[in-house]
């Protein structure tokens, strides 16, 4: 059974960094992309950042971009999102998420992790 | 950023056949993908590639399009299915539609 847990959320001011990690099991973790989604309270869902199955290639939308960076350890089967200069507009919960290439969808989610960045 | 559109709620009654529309502001081939999402849980993906059931997903889900216009279809509607439906394009970047609300009559 595939199976990701998010870990590392908390409260944070703002301009202060965090960095998220995720533990999968239950497949080949370096045969797959991973993915970071998150979803502000009441709001819907916004693509943070993929990572290939090497880790040598990343991808980010601009809204994080230069702020947040993923990488991956396949031997510990961990996803990691760190996330510097935080700001208000980031407090959501995160997600690790399975992705498929070709055709690129999440076919696998973790139950999330809450971050809120407030002074 | 391809904006995608959907219709923001829909009430239905168990046993009803619902659609729930997505529009691309661009062409995103077939590449739009349907997820569920319940109160207080995760994301689950139902279709992948307009079309295709995800894996243990029961066949009265289902979804039809290309280009910039998709449905998403549940026949016949069950109470449990009472839930968020976000779609997903991922040929230009990813981006989400802002979710429809499906709710009980």
């Known amino acids: 059974e595939v199976q990701l847990v998010e870990s590392g959320g908390g409260l944070v001011q703002p301009g202060r960094s965090l960095k998220l990690s995720c533990a999968a099991s239950?497949?080949?973790?370096?045969?797959?992309?991973m993915a970071w989604v998150r979803q502000a309270p009441k709001k819907g869902l916004e693509w943070v950042a993929t990572i290939s199955t090497s880790g040598s290639r990343t991808y980010y939308p601009d809204s994080v971009k230069g702020r947040f960076t993923i990488s991956r350890d396949n031997a510990k089967s961990s996803l990691y999102l760190q996330m510097n200069s935080l700001k208000s507009e980031d407090t959501a919960t995160y997600y690790c998420a399975r992705h498929v290439r070709y055709p690129d969808y999440f076919d696998y989610w973790g139950q999330g992790v809450m971050v809120t960045v407030s002074s | 950023d391809t904006v995608l559109t959907q219709s923001p709620a829909l009430a239905v009654s168990p046993g009803e056949r619902v659609t729930i529309s997505c529009r691309a502001s661009?062409?995103?081939?077939?590449?739009m993908h349907w997820y569920q999402q319940k109160p207080g849980q995760q994301p689950k993906l139902l279709i992948y590639?307009?079309?295709n059931l995800a894996s243990g997903v029961p066949a009265r889900f289902s979804g039809s399009g290309s280009g910039t216009d998709f449905t998403f279809t549940i026949d016949p509607v069950e109470a449990d299915d009472i839930a968020t439906y976000y779609c997903?394009?991922?040929?230009?970047?990813?981006?989400f539609g802002a979710g429809t609300k499906l709710e009980l009559k």
């Open positions: 997903h394009q991922s040929w230009n970047s990813d981006t």
């Open positions: 661009e062409s995103v081939s077939t590449l």
């Open positions: 239950g497949f080949t973790f370096s045969n797959y992309y």
């Open positions: 590639k307009a079309s």
